[in-house]
């Protein structure tokens, strides 16, 4: 599993990283740890200098495929706090790269104790619903409410559609911040369309959804 994102002229001798999620953990329960970049937002040092947040990646090696990989920015002091949750026990490698290269200490080896998880019992907390989950107009903004029931999950999130052959529907996910999403869609032509909602890479239940899409 891996989070990209562009790289960023910065030094990496700046980057560090730590947190008990770099070290052990159990099964189902999310291992957290914390990178710090040495760049304050809003502060003298950091005007003219590109965020350096934007070239961090991350990937994780393990028994089994792990499950969401959640990050958010502390704009306060410029770090970044990462959740992962593994659902295999193991011995884990957790890679933090900037600018495709790692920094100092990764791969970092995540010892991880307890009972093996299935990857449907996080799919199966997920709840879909809406006016526009069984059907939707074309040329407008049909909606989807997605509720993850949990925060440490909606990391994992990946909602996409597909439609007839040569139609178009301009998906847009809105994160609440609170484990739920609004979704819009916007169709241009009529015909059935396929709504996939996933969860680190299985489909949730029901997924994908069929929607009748019609004009006014």
Not at 179 to 204: E, M, R, S, W
Request: proline share 7%.
């Amino acid at each position: 599993m891996s989070e990209k994102r562009k790289n960023v002229n910065y030094s990496i001798k700046n980057i560090s990283a730590i947190g008990p999620g770099l070290l052990q953990g159990q099964t189902a329960v999310p291992c957290h740890f914390t990178i710090y970049t040495g760049y304050f937002p809003g502060s003298q040092s950091s005007k003219g200098v590109p965020d350096p947040r934007d070239a961090l990646d991350f990937e994780i090696e393990g028994p089994s495929e792990p499950g969401p990989l959640n990050c958010s920015n502390n704009d306060e002091d410029g770090s970044v706090d990462v959740d992962w949750t593994p659902l295999l026990p193991g011995d884990y490698k957790v890679y933090v790269l900037f600018n495709g290269m790692n920094i100092n200490g990764s791969p970092f080896t995540v010892h991880i104790a307890g009972e093996s998880i299935r990857a449907d019992m996080m799919t199966s907390k997920v709840k879909v619903t809406g006016d526009g989950l069984k059907k939707g107009v074309v040329g407008r903004q049909n909606r989807v409410f997605i509720d993850t029931g949990e925060k440490a999950i909606a990391g994992g999130l990946a909602v996409s559609i597909a439609g007839p052959r040569t139609a178009k529907a301009k998906l847009e996910m809105k994160n609440n911040d609170d484990g739920t999403f609004d979704v819009t869609y916007n169709p241009d032509v009529v015909g059935n369309y396929l709504l996939y909602v996933k969860i680190a890479d299985q489909n949730i239940p029901g997924s994908p959804f069929t929607i009748r899409v019609a004009k006014v």
